[in-house]
């Protein structure tokens, strides 16, 4: 099949009821081939300034709109406009370069409150975005971000409360690119929607005619994945290593990637930043929240793939996502290397989970709590349990009954062991699940660090380390403990980060 071949196929869905079939045995050897009912995989567009490192990007619009997941049925979404882009559904790609000082503003063109939340960068508490940090309707958020952090994946949406929650499933999504100097000396890919390519995963419900609706009480789960905003998605690579960055963008699956054929691929990234080498793997898994980068090798002359994707908590969810077709062209020039890492992440896991817990998170604390905001989350908007002091590294321990996703805003960490057992391999963290169904107590130690504070613009510094767990020194970082069950409990805390005094 040639290029104008698969590009020419209409882009309208065959009947709602058969969207996706369950994986069967047999799939991992099926010849992929394009149907009518396939559409070519939505890019993101992309926000950049990659010659300057003191610059503004256009605003940001937030804005109600139609979304056509099927050809001429329109669903109501959000999408995120600027003046270079007007988007009916999920934000532009944001890319950004080690060292850079982004000013940009958000405006709520909506008829809802809601509020930017910077997932993944390591940024002062004063423009991280919180419950502290709301944009009204028809105002603007105007902030400046000071990128230090290595190249990594992460993301933009508003918190998950219940209003962030309805508004992520309706298209408030973006992803945030950070190069850096080391990264592109790998010669890895990085030609954006050719060979670096973007899957932000979401799960959603559509009634009989095809319109997106949506139901808290489900436990936002819906039966249909979408990539990017695409039903039945396929994209066309050429021969040649290929860059796929997923962020799991569901609110409550745990998500098993994999290949069709039995294919190799190699994880080359975490949420936080580059591997210390690549990690051969046939099987990867994804929490809500999570980002993963990887590399697949495309052989010239060989078959069409697809990339599958299960649901391994709920077990209720197995599809073949998106078909991936091989043009036949030459290779691109980029590789894998066989080192990640300049300074590679060398800890001595056994040593750190010797020293003293300087912050312990326990389900337990939670169980006896009354419910506030969300039904069953715990979260006291007006206290901030504890302060940490800047550039200092910490081990957290973190205690559950049950199976939980964790979170934790304005840093990256390393996990230190679960149940005393360390790590396989070593990478930076913001978001992992711990424990099981099995209400069965799981233990997990993180080994952290921030090195930025959560002081209020202009407040006297001497002042704010005094009146470390003060509002009115602190916009605080939060931390969510969130319960995979739908009978289970969450918690979502607040802390300071200060100078040493």
């Not at 799939?27 to 890019?43: A, F």
Request: charged share 20%.
């Amino acid at each position: 099949m040639d290029r104008r071949q698969f590009l020419s196929v209409a882009s309208g869905v065959g009947a709602l009821g058969v969207l996706y079939s369950s994986l069967k045995k047999d799939d991992l050897e099926y010849e992929v081939v394009l149907n009518e009912s396939d559409n070519l995989l939505y890019i993101p567009p992309m926000l950049n300034d990659p010659f300057s490192d003191f610059y503004s990007l256009p605003a940001l619009t937030i804005q109600n709109k139609t979304h056509s997941f099927f050809h001429n049925i329109a669903s109501s979404s959000i999408g995120l406009s600027s003046s270079q882009h007007q988007l009916d559904y999920l934000g532009p790609t944001i890319k950004v370069k080690r060292g850079d000082v982004v000013e940009l503003s958000i405006k709520n063109l909506t008829n809802e409150e809601t509020m930017n939340h910077w997932h993944g960068l390591h940024i002062p508490g004063s423009v991280d975005g919180s419950p502290h940090q709301l944009i009204n309707p028809g105002e603007s958020w105007n902030t400046t971000l000071h990128i230090q952090q290595e190249a990594a994946t992460c993301w933009y949406h508003p918190l998950g409360y219940e209003l962030g929650v309805q508004q992520m499933y309706l298209g408030y999504v973006g992803l945030i690119i950070i190069e850096d100097e080391s990264n592109k000396s790998l010669n890895m890919p990085v030609t954006y929607g050719l060979d670096d390519i973007p899957l932000i995963i979401q799960d959603k419900n559509f009634d009989s005619e095809g319109k997106e609706i949506f139901d808290l009480n489900t436990r936002y789960r819906g039966n249909t994945l979408v990539i990017n905003g695409t039903v039945k998605p396929y994209i066309t690579v050429s021969p040649g290593w290929v860059r796929f960055r997923i962020l799991n963008a569901t609110q409550s699956r745990v998500l098993d990637f994999s290949f069709t054929h039995g294919s190799t691929f190699y994880q080359v990234a975490t949420d936080g930043g580059m591997l210390n080498a690549p990690i051969a793997m046939q099987k990867v898994s994804i929490a809500p929240g999570q980002r993963c980068e990887l590399m697949l090798l495309i052989e010239e002359k060989q078959q069409n793939i697809a990339l599958n994707i299960v649901d391994s908590f709920w077990n209720d969810l197995s599809v073949l996502a998106l078909k991936v077709l091989v043009e036949d062209v030459a290779c691109t020039e980029t590789v894998l290397p066989n080192k990640l890492r300049h300074n590679s992440l060398n800890v001595n896991f056994n040593l750190v989970d010797t020293l003293p817990v300087a912050k312990k998170i326990s389900t337990d604390e939670i169980e006896t709590t009354k419910k506030n905001i969300l039904q069953n989350t715990v979260f006291n908007m007006n206290e901030i349990e504890s302060a940490i002091v800047r550039d200092k590294d910490e081990v957290w321990e973190v205690e559950v009954k049950g199976s939980y996703s964790f979170h934790i805003h304005g840093a990256s960490f390393l996990v230190v062991s679960i149940n005393g057992i360390p790590p396989e391999s070593c990478g930076w963290q913001d978001t992992v699940i711990i424990g099981s169904e099995k209400k069965e107590l799981h233990k997990m130690k993180i080994l952290i660090s921030f090195n930025t504070t959560t002081y209020r613009h202009g407040v006297n510094q001497f002042q704010t380390a005094y009146n470390s767990t003060s509002l009115k020194y602190h916009v605080p970082y939060l931390y969510h403990l969130v319960s995979m069950d739908e009978q289970g409990v969450s918690k979502i805390g607040q802390f300071s980060v200060i100078e040493q005094l």
